[in-house]
């Protein structure tokens, strides 16, 4: 899946199990769990590749551009590689899956 702009769709919803398997990649690449800490900060940066982000637990303040959106259990954030982000997880922390699009 290419990703061409960056966007939120809010209430995508599933379980751990219907998220990873909605997200594996059909081609290369792999999906993790991360868990941020509550109000942990992810200063601006980029990555090298297309990545989708579920959340599944808790909450995140995510940035692109000069916009920063609330996002919540169910949500998903699609972002396009060399998008320049930041986050900070919520005040109870943020557990989420991440697509690694190769």
């Known amino acids: 899946m290419k990703i061409k702009k960056a966007s939120i769709k809010k209430g995508v919803g599933g379980n751990l199990e219907e998220v990873i398997n909605g997200l594996l990649p059909m081609k290369t690449g792999y999906v993790e769990v991360q868990w941020d800490t509550p109000h942990q900060d992810h200063p601006t940066h980029t990555h090298p590749t297309d990545e989708i ?12 551009e000069d916009e920063t959106v609330l996002c919540e259990a169910g949500d998903r954030i699609y972002l396009p590689k060399e998008t320049k982000h930041s986050s900070k997880a919520g005040p109870s922390g943020c557990k989420y899956v991440i697509s690694i699009q190769k």
């Open 53 to 64: 982000l579920h959340i599944l637990e808790g909450s995140v303040y995510f940035s692109v």
